[in-house]
């Protein structure tokens, strides 16, 4: 059965950093394209990051770019995001999602592999 299982959230206040971490079971992820998207209440799920397993390929957001980075573990089968100067308007539901392939979607539709998500309250 495959599993992602996100960890690390929590509440930091502006500026700080938090660093989330997505356990990845089931099977390997060679060939997959595994990405973050985050969700506000009353708001769309939206694309924060990508990583092309296999090849380490990075992708962003315009938003985070130069804040947060994606990388990815193969000993430990998972991949994180490391998130610095963190503002009020990252405060969200993190979510780890992963597909089959190595083309890099923005919409959280062309997903099909979802963790519970992880919530991040940044403090202004």
């Known amino acids: 059965q495959v599993q992602l299982v996100e960890s690390g959230g929590g509440l930091v206040q502006a500026g700080g950093s938090l660093r989330l971490s997505c356990a990845a079971s089931?099977?390997?992820?060679?060939?997959?394209?595994m990405a973050w998207f985050r969700q506000a209440p009353g708001e769309e799920r939206d694309f924060v990051a990508a990583i092309r397993w296999s090849v380490g390929s990075t992708y962003y957001a315009d938003s985070v770019k130069g804040r947060f980075t994606i990388s990815r573990d193969n000993a430990k089968n998972t991949v994180y995001l490391q998130m610095n100067s963190l503002k009020a308007e990252d405060t969200a539901l993190y979510y780890c999602?992963?597909?089959?392939?190595?083309?890099?979607?923005?919409?959280?539709?062309?997903?099909?592999?979802w963790g519970q998500g992880t919530q991040v309250t940044v403090s202004s």
């Open positions: 999602t992963a597909r089959y392939g190595p083309v890099v979607f923005r919409t959280w539709r062309s997903y099909d592999i």
């Open positions: 089931g099977r390997t992820f060679s060939g997959y394209t």
